[in-house]
């Protein structure tokens, strides 16, 4: 117990955040992967990737492009990143615009 308590006050707070979104994400595709009976084949074919790449995507390590959360996002219907230009962008502190996870 004691090295993984070790290796938990290593991470800092801005990689638990990276690592939080990224694994809320791959909530995400799984949720959506259910609700349209998809399987990990299925699901790679209409995205055009293969089954092992989804596996990645699912163990919510994976370092996604905006051009593969597009593909996610049309295939399975549902909306990963927040990004209407309808409302005024979050910013952090620093004047950052945050994405809406």
């Given at each position: ?15 638990q ?5 990224k ?19 299925q ?6 990737r ?11 390590t ?39 996870l």
């Amino acid at each position: 117990m004691a090295l993984l308590d070790n290796l938990l006050a290593e991470i800092t707070s801005e990689q638990q955040t990276r690592t939080d979104r990224k694994m809320r994400i791959a909530c995400v595709i799984d949720d959506a992967m259910r609700a349209k009976g998809f399987g990990k084949k299925q699901f790679a074919d209409k995205v055009g990737r293969k089954p092992s790449e989804i596996t990645k995507w699912l163990s919510g390590t994976h370092n996604f492009t905006i051009e593969t959360i597009s593909d996610i996002e049309r295939v399975l219907g549902v909306r990963i990143l927040n990004l209407s230009s309808r409302t005024k962008p979050k910013t952090n502190i620093s004047g950052n615009v945050i994405a809406n996870l």
